[in-house]
C-alpha cells in the first residue's frame, strides 16, 4: 500500500476528521466556520485541520495574515487514489478467480 | 459488512459447492497465481497454504520443505461448501493489523458461484498509531461517497 494511501486512511480515521470532511464537500470554508461547528475548541479543530492538510486531504488558502480567515479546500486526488487502489484489489482478486476456475475445470474433466 | 469500501470479485465454476470449496482451500497452492501476487515477496513465495479450520494459517511459504514463510492471516470461519473468512495482511503492517477475505461458494445452475469479499481497509493505520478511539463505521461511507464523486467527473 502506497504511503499516500497511508496518510489518506489515517486522517480519514478520526470523526472529527470526518465530520470536517463531510462539511468541506458541500463547499470551502474558512477554519473559523469550522471551529464554530464543532463543540470542541478552536485550537483543536486547528490540530484536526493540520492533520488533513498534511495527508494532502484538503488544502488551506491564506486570504489575509489571521489563521481563522484561512479558507480549507477538500482535495480530490486521495479520495480518487483509495478507489483506485480497491480497483486494484478488486483486480487482482477477478484474476486468482480466473486461476481457480481453470484449475476446477482441470479437476473436473480430469475426473470424467 | 454493507459498507462499499470493499473489494468484490465473483466467478462460477463447474463444479458443486462442497467440491469448490474443497479445491479453493486444499488446492490453493496449485491455482493461486504466484506472478500477481504483489502483496508480499513474489520472488520468495513459493506456494500458498491454507491450514484447514478456524485458527488456520494463510502461509506464503518461502521454503517448502520446512513450510516457513510470511503468515498471511488466520481461519475465522471454516464453513465447508458454504463460507470461508480469514484475516489478511501484508509485510510491513502492524502485527494488529489486519484486513478480512471472505469467499462464499453458492450453488448456481449445475456450478458454484464463488464471491470473494475483501475489506476492513478502514482497520489499516500504520502510519496513525492512536486513532481507534471513536472509530465509526463512518469511514466507509465517506469513501463510498468520494469514489462515487470521482466516477462522476
Redesign the interface.
Known amino acids: 500500500?502506497a504511503?499516500n494511501i497511508?496518510?489518506t486512511?489515517?486522517?480519514?480515521?478520526?470523526?472529527t476528521r470526518?465530520r470536517i470532511?463531510?462539511l468541506l464537500?458541500e463547499r470551502p470554508r474558512r477554519a473559523g466556520d469550522l471551529a464554530a461547528a464543532f463543540e470542541i475548541s478552536t485550537p483543536s479543530v486547528s490540530r484536526h485541520l493540520r492533520v488533513l492538510r498534511h495527508s494532502g486531504v484538503v488544502t488551506g488558502h491564506e486570504v489575509a495574515d489571521d489563521a481563522r480567515l484561512r479558507v480549507y479546500e477538500l482535495q480530490?486526488e486521495p479520495?480518487?487514489a483509495?478507489?483506485t487502489?480497491?480497483?486494484q484489489?478488486?483486480a487482482?482478486?477477478?484474476?486468482?478467480?480466473?486461476?481457480?476456475?481453470?484449475?476446477?475445470?482441470q479437476?473436473?474433466r480430469a475426473e470424467q | 459488512m454493507s459498507t462499499p469500501?470493499?473489494?468484490?470479485?465473483?466467478?462460477?465454476?463447474?463444479?458443486a459447492p462442497e467440491?469448490?470449496f474443497q479445491?479453493?482451500t486444499a488446492?490453493i497452492g496449485?491455482?493461486?497465481?504466484r506472478g500477481?501476487n504483489?502483496?508480499n515477496d513474489a520472488d520468495k513465495g513459493q506456494e500458498l497454504r491454507l491450514e484447514p479450520g478456524v485458527g488456520g494459517r494463510l502461509v506464503e511459504v518461502y521454503d517448502p520443505e520446512t513450510g516457513d514463510g510470511f503468515e498471511v492471516g488466520r481461519v475465522l470461519a471454516w464453513e465447508p461448501g458454504r463460507r470461508l473468512v480469514f484475516t489478511w495482511r501484508?509485510a510491513g503492517w502492524e502485527p494488529s493489523e489486519s484486513t478480512e477475505v471472505e469467499v462464499r461458494f453458492e450453488a448456481a445452475g449445475a456450478g458454484t458461484r464463488?464471491t470473494?469479499e475483501?475489506g476492513g481497509?478502514?482497520r489499516?493505520?500504520?502510519?496513525?498509531p492512536g486513532?481507534?478511539d471513536?472509530?465509526?463505521h463512518?469511514?466507509g461511507e465517506?469513501?463510498h461517497?468520494?469514489?462515487q464523486?470521482?466516477?462522476a467527473?
Request: glycine share 4%.
Open positions: 500500500m504511503n497511508d496518510a486512511l489515517a486522517a480519514l480515521a478520526d470523526p470526518r470532511v463531510e464537500r480530490r479520495f480518487t483509495l478507489g487502489w480497491l480497483d484489489v478488486q487482482f482478486w477477478t484474476d486468482q478467480l480466473g486461476a481457480f476456475r481453470e484449475h476446477v475445470e479437476a473436473t | 469500501a470493499i473489494a468484490t470479485a465473483s466467478v462460477e465454476v463447474p463444479c467440491v469448490a479445491l479453493f488446492e496449485r491455482w493461486w497465481k500477481t504483489y502483496w501484508q464463488v470473494v475483501h481497509w478502514e489499516v493505520r500504520s502510519a496513525s486513532l481507534s471513536g472509530y465509526s463512518g469511514w465517506l469513501l461517497f468520494y469514489t464523486d470521482a466516477e467527473r
